[in-house]
């Protein structure tokens, strides 16, 4: 016969006991206790769940083996299994065994082995007349301080379980908190409307010089953008070939004699520097010559040639270059030039070696300058430049280069330019504005800096030249905050029928948050405005 299983919580008290009792569908149940349960250590209870259960026509067997609630169940007249598995007996006070070990209950076995012979009509082991004694209980209990009811020494007095009464408190506190404060924001700071205006545009082409710069500021009328830098430097060593020859001999010398006939020459000084001339030769006077009445027939001096060579040497009689009436002449043929022809640096091979740099693979320099530019900018890669301000040639520039050999050392430093959109959507602004046909009512909606290019771009020193191409839109003029002023406390409806009475307004949407706004909010600061631009025209 089937029968019912009722675990007792510590928490249940006698009457909720006996109110499982009630509500079971089954004639057989089996009351299973937990360890040290102070609800059934009480003769007047179990005599309460016996007449219970035979007022409503049960039969309950006790699921124990604890020495002291078997004995009170013997009082009672309550049958007792010391597992699911045991055969249910009434115990008799005197037989009870001696065994005082904790109840071992196996909740998960299957349904207790012969207590279905309980059933009504059945009576094994006289389990009915133990029963019957059950009618015997008077209807009321007697008062608990009655000594025949008195507990064994291991019945305990239930102990509320504060632990368990703090956290139930402190979640039901947080719980209650998050509500209101879900409360709180949903009606006063969630509600949020956003308009999308559908305006329909023409296109508006700009095709203009400009020049950028980062020290230039962004001015429409000037044609000038405000660019960004970014440089680098690093130190350079490029070995070359000096092509140059040189004579680097000793230069000739002699001596020339002045005199002159005319007493007007009297007192002319023949300066230090005074170029003579011999066979095509130029020589130069090393000091101050003073033509006198005394030196008027022999004023000497030394002359040097201009050049290194032994070419100058051997040059002899008459000069020319010297004042009028004055003769110049050389007392002895000129000597002492010599040749030696070696390597020198010529300009040329500096600036040689300058484009072979240049020249190099500078993509990996380029990029890592890319990467120095901040934000959403358009490069402008053909300013790209190398700076040799700071590099010099050793030997310099006309020195002699031992074998040829001269390097290129320094610092060089790689620049290149930018122009943030930020700068370029100012600067299409300004300019479109400037094309409006009726600025009282139309205005700008997109400017085109989004796919703004620049094109022929020629660097500078500062910066750079290019040509700026952009395409913008321009619309109905429609106030953003005339538009939010209007819409505040209205519906869908009401809005949409004020905006699209505005010429040029092509359809309007409006998306409420949460799900549960149907209504602008009252605040402007929660209200967006959008606008989506209809091209086709």
């Known amino acids: 016969m089937n029968k019912d299983v009722i675990y007792i919580d510590v928490e249940d008290d006698i009457t909720g006991i006996i109110s499982k009792i009630k509500a079971s569908n089954e004639k057989i149940i089996a009351l299973v206790p937990p360890k040290r349960t102070g609800v ?21 067997v006790l699921i124990s083996s604890n020495a002291s609630l078997v004995s009170l169940a013997a009082a009672a007249a309550i049958p007792v299994a010391k597992n699911l598995q045991s055969k249910p007996e009434l115990v008799e006070p005197s037989s009870l065994d001696a065994d005082d070990s904790v109840d071992v209950i196996d909740g998960n076995e299957v349904p207790i082995g012969e207590h279905a ?70 009606i006063f700071f969630a509600p949020h409307a956003t308009i999308v205006i559908a305006a329909k545009t023409t296109s508006s082409s700009v095709n203009t010089d400009v020049v950028v710069g980062d020290k230039l500021k962004t001015d429409a009328k000037k044609g000038t953008l405000k660019a960004v830098l970014a440089s680098q430097s690093e130190d350079i060593s490029q070995d070359f070939t000096a092509t140059g020859s040189k004579n680097v001999g000793n230069k000739a010398t002699g001596t020339v004699q002045f005199s002159t006939n005319s007493i007007t020459a009297l007192g002319t000084t023949i300066p230090a520097g005074t170029k003579l001339v011999s066979g095509g030769l130029a020589y130069i006077t090393q000091s101050d010559v003073t033509i006198t009445i005394s030196n008027y027939n022999n004023a000497p001096t030394t002359v040097e040639a201009a050049e290194v060579g032994a070419k100058y040497n051997a040059a002899s009689g008459s000069m020319s270059g010297a004042p009028n009436n004055i003769d110049a002449t050389l007392v002895d043929p000129t000597s002492g030039g010599t040749d030696k022809i070696v390597k020198v640096v010529k300009e040329s091979d500096v600036q040689k070696a300058k484009q072979s740099l240049v020249d190099q693979n500078t993509d990996d320099i380029i990029n890592q300058l890319k990467g120095k530019f901040e934000g959403d900018v358009v490069v402008l890669e053909d300013t790209f430049m190398t700076d040799y301000a700071n590099v010099t040639s050793n030997p310099a520039v ?15 430093t790689y620049k290149m330019y930018a122009v943030a959109r930020s700068e370029i959507d100012e600067f299409l602004k300004a300019t479109l504005t400037d094309t409006l046909d009726n600025k009282d009512e139309q205005r700008i909606y997109d400017t085109g800096a989004a796919d703004a290019q620049f094109q022929d771009v020629v660097k500078k020193t500062d910066g750079g030249e290019a040509t700026l191409i952009a395409t913008g839109q321009v619309g109905p003029k429609i106030d953003e905050k005339e538009v939010k002023e209007n819409a505040k406390g209205k519906k869908f409806g009401d809005i949409q029928a004020d905006i699209q009475s505005i010429q040029g307004v092509d359809s309007v949407d409006i998306k409420f948050f949460p799900f549960w706004v149907n209504t602008v909010p009252d605040d402007s600061k929660k209200v ?10």
């Open 40 to 60: 059934l250590q009480s003769a007047v209870n179990l005599r309460l769940l016996a007449r219970a259960a035979k007022t409503n026509d049960k039969r309950v």
């Open 117 to 186: 012979k309980m059933a009504p009509g059945a009576d094994p082991d006289g389990i009915d007349e133990a029963a019957e004694t059950m009618d015997d209980i008077p209807s009321t209990p007697p008062p608990r301080s009655s000594r025949a009811t008195k507990p064994s020494k291991k019945s305990r007095a239930k102990v509320p379980n504060f632990s368990s009464f703090r956290k139930k408190l402190f979640f039901g506190i947080t719980g209650g908190i998050a509500l209101i404060a879900f409360l709180v924001w949903a």
């Open 398 to 412: 006309g020195a002699e280069a031992a074998g040829g050999n001269a390097t290129l050392t320094g610092k060089v």
């Open 528 to 537: 967006t405005v959008q606008f989506k631009l209809d091209e086709s025209n």
